[in-house]
């Protein structure tokens, strides 16, 4: 079972999310830090920007997913705003539980941090074994 969890599979996902994860970043604290937009709207751009991105590249280079199908898309929309709402549904109240004495807007960037990290775990399971899990014969 870690065997096939640390894979090619998880190394070429690791790269995409690494390109992924600049490209979201750079878009959601540009959004918070200088267009002065909200912690849910900033964080919500990232996922909406990089999840494009991240479709394609993970559907074609990581998984090599050649299915073509709205109910794939559907399903990937789907992992994407669960994992985003639970990560940074935790992330938000607990930052601030912890950060209580630290400005709102430290809060808010480190809670985006810690949202950000949570994400990845939870949507690295979501697309490996639900959206681009190849069926074995």
Same mark, same amino acid.
């Given at each position: %079972?870690?065997?096939k969890?640390?894979?090619? #599979? /998880?190394w070429?996902?690791? $790269?995409?999310?690494? *390109?992924n #994860?600049?490209f979201g #970043?750079?878009?959601?604290?540009? &959004?918070? +830090?200088? /267009?002065? /937009?909200g912690?849910?709207?900033s964080s919500?751009? +990232?996922y =909406?920007f990089?999840?494009?991105l991240?479709?394609? $590249? +993970?559907k074609?280079f990581?998984?090599? !997913? @050649?299915?073509?199908?709205l109910?794939l898309v559907?399903?990937f929309? =789907? !992992?994407?705003t669960?994992?985003y709402?639970v *990560?940074y549904?935790?992330a938000?109240?607990l #930052? =601030? @539980? =912890?950060?209580?004495? %630290? *400005?709102p807007?430290?809060?808010?960037n480190v809670?985006? $941090?810690v949202?950000?990290?949570? &994400?990845v775990? $939870?949507n690295?399971?979501?697309?490996r &074994?639900l959206? &681009? +899990?190849?069926k074995?014969?």
């Amino acid at each position: %079972m870690i065997k096939k969890l640390f894979d090619k #599979t /998880f190394w070429k996902f690791i $790269l995409v999310g690494i *390109a992924n #994860t600049l490209f979201g #970043t750079a878009v959601m604290f540009l &959004f918070y +830090n200088v /267009f002065k /937009f909200g912690y849910w709207v900033s964080s919500a751009s +990232n996922y =909406i920007f990089g999840s494009i991105l991240s479709y394609f $590249l +993970n559907k074609y280079f990581t998984f090599q !997913n @050649k299915e073509k199908s709205l109910k794939l898309v559907v399903k990937f929309i =789907i !992992n994407i705003t669960v994992c985003y709402a639970v *990560a940074y549904g935790v992330a938000k109240p607990l #930052t =601030i @539980k =912890i950060l209580s004495g %630290m *400005a709102p807007v430290i809060q808010d960037n480190v809670a985006m $941090l810690v949202g950000m990290g949570l &994400f990845v775990i $939870l949507n690295y399971f979501g697309q490996r &074994f639900l959206i &681009f +899990n190849k069926k074995e014969d």
